[in-house]
């Protein structure tokens, strides 16, 4: 990555780290905290918003990578390596929810696949049976019912039947329950 581009992306996030929401972070604002000329931003990202999604990209990979290698055993299998994972991306969602559900919705509505891609590697050897292509479909459907949940949480509980009163939030519980029951629903 070039270095302006590295420049930008410290520079939404301190903005980020400063209190800034992100509807409200404005071009001139990243150009003049990176020390830049606006138009670089849509030179290097195309626009302010694939930048914004650039840096929290960033702020989210970098917790994730935190979290699993403080949860993570080097001899476990790659089943408890998978469970791992999604418990580090799980408490990941839960502390920076604000962010993951701009990650979750961008990803969703565009062409990339970046999060189902991060299991295939350990859905390899999970189930080394499987042709590239199901490995791959695979990955999605781990990932993408995981990822509609978050979105969809403040109807899950209504949906499961379970009482209103109870705010509507999914925590880090939660989420390893309904990891648990895709995962065995899924075989893995």
């Known amino acids: 990555m070039s270095e302006i581009k590295e420049q930008l992306i410290?520079?939404?996030?301190?903005?980020?780290d400063d209190g800034f929401e992100i509807e409200e972070l404005t071009i001139r604002q990243i150009a003049y905290e990176a020390h830049i000329s606006t138009g670089l931003i849509n030179y290097h990202f195309g626009s302010k918003w694939n930048l914004i999604v650039a840096a929290i990209s960033s702020i989210v990979d970098d917790a994730a990578t935190e979290a699993f290698q403080t949860?993570?055993?080097?001899?476990?299998?790659?089943?408890?390596?998978?469970?791992?994972?999604?418990k580090a991306m799980a408490m990941v969602v839960c502390?920076?929810?604000?962010?993951?559900?701009?990650?979750?919705?961008?990803?969703?509505?565009s062409n990339r696949f970046s999060t189902p891609k991060t299991i295939v590697g350990l859905l390899k050897e999970i189930k080394p049976d499987l042709l590239e292509?199901?490995?791959?479909y695979l990955a999605i459907q781990?990932?993408?019912?995981?990822?509609?949940?978050?979105?969809?949480?403040?109807?899950?509980?209504?949906?499961?039947?379970?009482?209103?009163?109870?705010?509507?939030?999914?925590?880090?519980?939660?989420?390893?329950?309904?990891?648990?029951?895709?995962?065995?629903?899924?075989?893995?």
């Open 10 to 16: 410290r520079s939404v996030i301190a903005l980020l």
């Open 71 to 86: 949860l993570s055993n080097l001899n476990d299998s790659p089943k408890q390596q998978l469970r791992t994972f999604l």
């Open 95 to 109: 502390k920076y929810q604000k962010y993951t559900s701009v990650l979750i919705r961008d990803e969703m509505l």
């Open 133 to 136: 292509k199901e490995i791959k």
């Open 142 to 188: 781990v990932v993408a019912p995981i990822q509609y949940v978050f979105l969809k949480e403040g109807g899950l509980r209504n949906y499961l039947g379970e009482e209103k009163d109870i705010p509507h939030t999914i925590a880090l519980d939660d989420y390893e329950e309904i990891m648990e029951v895709f995962l065995k629903t899924l075989g893995i």
